[in-house]
């Protein structure tokens, strides 16, 4: 395992492992393993089992946080600096010597299946799940995180055994902000290469539909229209961060003016643009009444039209790349939010001061480069829609006139 | 607690100030506080004070609609704001070399807000398109329901967005009167955080505040002996995965922080990780609630203890019978003194780990200042020494004995 030290907070102490390889390494029939195991690696290890493992941390009023997301496995134990050398050893145990029990995978079986019954409540987790797969066909960031509930109810416990074999073997990053562990001091590492201009999906994309629906009793329709991008280590990622700024950082930001402000037509609308190992989607998401559905769809496509056909003006590529480079200090504020964005950017090849270097090279980007990306990879884009079932099939029409 | 170096004083207008030094804070966080939440609400004006919230946005005598958030977002700032039950505030989180602009711009637009009927409907728009949208939101939905069942003839019962036809009954002209009632310096506080320039005294003195005089007083507004339902109330909700039941007890409101510090430790205990007592039986054993949490809804007209269960519909009574069987149990627990031990160390850890950002600290020293708690980091150390003895938390354990309410949303 790679381990870096990062002096921050002192009175908080961290460390954040980052495993590679997340819910995108589950087998086709295996979708919800890679979540099942991050679950399990934390219900007891060597000599103690799940109560004893969590009494311990309770003890010390420590928390331990997990989740696996599409490009890997996030673990990260947090408590106040006075007790953090008891707990510290903890980390290796649970990743080298987990006690993966038969009852304890049972159980984080169960929880998984209750987890992706739960999301369901929420329109907009079937709206996105859809949207994923019209955009990523049979890539692995077409399924859900949370599995496939017939998938889950497949995995067996050799299945998790066979997957913890695997998960020993894969690329493992570790950050903490505790000096006592002599690592290697992060701001002294060689900066990496932060650019691959590698299209990792392959660049041609075979869309069989872009459009999908799903009907709800909500009284709100839920639009979701972007396409897939470019990996988070692209030399074209920034360009693509500045049009999210645009479009959507702050009370300035377009997509605040053009809908809630100008309009009155939606309280909520943002773009969606995470760090992705592979081709990221970009996408812009909204909610509506029933009765401004048409309208709205009509703006949007507006918008997605001037994005591949006009260049931003001067000043507000200004502001969005001043918006672009202050997010970095409001978005990263907690240790726990700075330690994760670096282990992350560490993970993808990427020097872990990027965000405190982007100004210079923020600079550089023009608004005819920013209209050459979006040609490059805004120009397909999908739609999905979930709500009552007259207003999508009235929506499609407007869409099918379009695209 | 030593959670960071804090100065009160008191502006010309008669505006209480609190300025927190955190010296590697990246951004400073100026945080406006007004006793204007929902409380304040007449009872025919549901949303009023969030509606005023989403206005004050719209411009002032010298800030076109807009300009606030542009100036703001250019000066590498971010704003927002937040309607409570009792208070809402207005916030700017800023580098600390462009705090003074910040400042002017925060209180010229909160104190000196000028509507308009083009921005008054369309914004009334806005908020219908927020409430449609919280309906999605199950839980809060849910919530919600639950908070209107509990309490009897109190504003508690409210939701903060209103509905759809209280919002349409709302007129421009209420705004108005609900800001110059309520806006005022003896109903209001700053609270600044982060790396203060040296000067800052001097910037504050100088910042434009309202004046406090021939104004109302909004102490005169009091609510009191207000009591919970006891009992059960069941509800149907379509489009659910699981069924939720609610059980709540009235506990002392936010004025009395000993007794909140005391509850909030119990409930450690109750559902604070894997062994702790609901969570352990419920959850890890008998795997028949799909989650279930345990906390305060602290008001200062009121509080809750609430435990909230997600589960199948069919082990709604078990898991109800199971939870109150638990709290008799333990009382007489051998392993109390360990267990309160394990508490303490979890509520004070995640006091400091959720007071670290500029933001974090603004929130937490506004918010009791505004209800005139001065220095609560020295109230909270004193409060957790008195509930180190096992003695002191039974008492407190005891009232979770008594009579509750129960809400259950069944799965339709």
């Given at each position: 395992m790679k381990s870096y030290y990062l002096k921050l907070n002192h009175k908080i102490s961290l460390a954040n492992i980052w495993i590679e390889g997340g819910t995108s390494l589950d087998k086709k029939d295996e979708k919800g393993i890679n979540q099942i195991l991050c679950k399990l690696l934390t219900r007891g290890c060597s000599k103690y089992d799940n109560y004893?493992?969590?009494?311990?941390?309770?003890?010390?009023?420590?928390?331990?946080?997990?989740?696996?997301?599409?490009?890997?496995?996030?673990?990260c134990l947090k408590s106040l600096s006075e007790y953090f050398d008891k707990l510290f050893p903890l980390l290796n145990l649970l990743i080298e010597e987990p006690n993966l029990y038969e009852k304890e995978f049972i159980y984080c079986k169960k929880e998984s299946l209750d987890y992706l019954r739960k999301s369901k409540e929420n329109p907009f987790n079937i709206a996105f799940n859809n949207f994923k797969k019209i955009i990523y066909i049979d890539h692995p960031y077409s399924f859900n995180c949370l599995g496939e509930e017939e998938s889950i109810k497949r995995i067996k416990h050799y299945d998790i055994l066979k997957e913890y074999k695997l998960l020993k073997k894969r690329k493992k990053y570790l950050l903490t902000n505790n000096a006592k562990y002599n690592f290697l001091n992060l701001k002294k590492i060689k900066p990496l290469n932060h650019f691959k201009d590698v299209n990792k999906l392959g660049s041609k994309l075979l869309i069989k539909n872009n459009y999908i629906e799903h009907y709800s009793n909500s009284k709100q329709i839920i639009i979701i229209i972007g396409s897939q991008t470019c990996p988070y280590n692209s030399k074209d990622s920034l360009a693509l961060k500045v049009l999210e700024s645009y479009l959507s950082y702050g009370m300035s930001s377009l997509l605040f003016k053009v809908f809630r402000e100008n309009n009155g037509l939606t309280y909520d609308a943002g773009v969606f643009y995470p760090s992705r190992k592979f081709n990221a989607p970009f996408l812009i998401y909204l909610s509506v009444s029933e009765k401004n559905a048409s309208l709205t769809l009509n703006l949007l496509l507006?918008?997605?039209?001037?994005?591949?056909?006009?260049?931003?003006?001067?000043?507000?590529?200004?502001?969005?790349?001043?918006?672009?480079?202050?997010s970095f200090l409001h978005h990263f504020r907690t240790c726990e939010d700075i330690i994760f964005r670096k282990v992350r950017l560490l993970s993808l090849d990427m020097d872990p001061f990027y965000d405190e270097k982007a100004k210079d090279r923020l600079e550089a980007i023009s608004s005819k480069e920013i209209l050459a990306l979006t040609k490059k990879y805004l120009n397909y884009p999908c739609i999905s829609v979930s709500g009552s079932k007259h207003v999508c099939k009235y929506l499609k029409k407007i869409w099918d006139r379009k695209y | 607690m030593d959670l960071a170096n804090v100065k009160y004083w008191e502006h010309p207008s008669k505006t209480n100030c609190v300025f927190v030094e955190e010296y590697d804070s990246p951004l400073i966080?100026?945080?406006?506080?007004?006793?204007?939440?929902?409380?304040?609400?007449?009872?025919?004006?549901?949303?009023?004070?969030?509606?005023?919230?989403?206005?004050?946005?719209?411009?002032?005598?010298?800030?076109?609609?807009?300009?606030?958030?542009?100036?703001?977002?250019?000066?590498?700032?971010?704003?927002?704001?937040?309607?409570?039950?009792?208070?809402?505030?207005?916030?700017?989180d800023i580098p600390p070399s462009n705090v003074e602009e910040a400042l002017s711009l925060l209180t010229n637009l909160v104190l000196f807000p000028e509507f308009n009927e083009r921005e008054f409907n369309l914004e009334k728009k806005v908020i219908i398109e927020e409430i449609l949208q919280s309906q999605d939101q199950k839980d809060e939905l849910i919530f919600n329901y639950f908070l209107k069942s509990v309490w009897i003839d109190h504003p508690y019962t409210k939701s903060i967005l209103g509905e759809e036809e209280n919002i349409n009954e709302i007129e421009l002209n209420d705004l108005h009167n609900f800001h110059k009632k309520y806006y005022i310096p003896i109903n209001s506080c700053l609270a600044i955080a982060g790396k203060l320039p040296k000067n800052y005294l001097e910037i504050f003195n100088n910042c434009e505040l309202r004046d406090s005089k021939n104004l109302f007083d909004s102490r005169q507004i009091c609510i009191v002996n207000k009591t919970i339902r006891k009992g059960r109330k069941i509800e149907f909700f379509k489009d659910i995965e699981f069924s939720r039941i609610f059980m709540a007890w009235q506990i002392p409101s936010s004025k009395d922080q000993k007794n909140i510090l005391g509850y909030e430790i119990i409930s450690s205990i109750l559902t604070d990780g894997r062994n702790s007592i609901l969570n352990r039986s419920l959850k890890e054993e008998k795997q028949i609630v799909e989650s279930i949490h345990s906390g305060i809804h602290p008001g200062e007209f009121g509080s809750l203890f609430i435990i909230e269960a997600s589960l199948e519909r069919e082990n709604l009574r078990k898991v109800e019978d199971i939870i109150s069987n638990l709290l008799q149990k333990l009382l007489t627990d051998s392993d109390l003194n360990n267990k309160i031990k394990k508490a303490l160390r979890i509520v004070k850890s995640n006091y400091i780990f959720n007071l670290e950002t500029s933001s974090q600290l603004s929130q937490f020293y506004g918010n009791h200042l505004l209800w005139g708690r001065i220095n609560p980091q020295i109230e909270l150390s004193k409060n957790f020494k008195y509930w180190k003895s096992t003695e002191n938390l039974k008492k407190l354990m005891k009232s979770l004995l008594q009579d509750n309410f129960t809400f259950i949303a069944y799965r339709k």
């Open positions: 004893e493992f969590s009494d311990f941390l309770d003890s010390y009023g420590a928390e331990l946080n997990f989740e696996a997301f599409e490009d890997g496995i996030s673990i507006s918008i997605w039209n001037d994005l591949l056909s006009k260049k931003i003006s001067e000043d507000e590529l200004s502001l969005a790349k001043l918006k672009l480079n202050s | 966080s100026i945080d406006f506080w007004f006793k204007a939440g929902i409380s304040f609400e007449e009872k025919e004006k549901v949303g009023l004070a969030h509606f005023l919230e989403h206005m004050i946005f719209k411009g002032s005598k010298l800030l076109k609609s807009g300009e606030f958030d542009l100036r703001i977002e250019a000066l590498g700032g971010f704003s927002n704001a937040s309607t409570g039950y009792d208070d809402v505030h207005y916030y700017v």
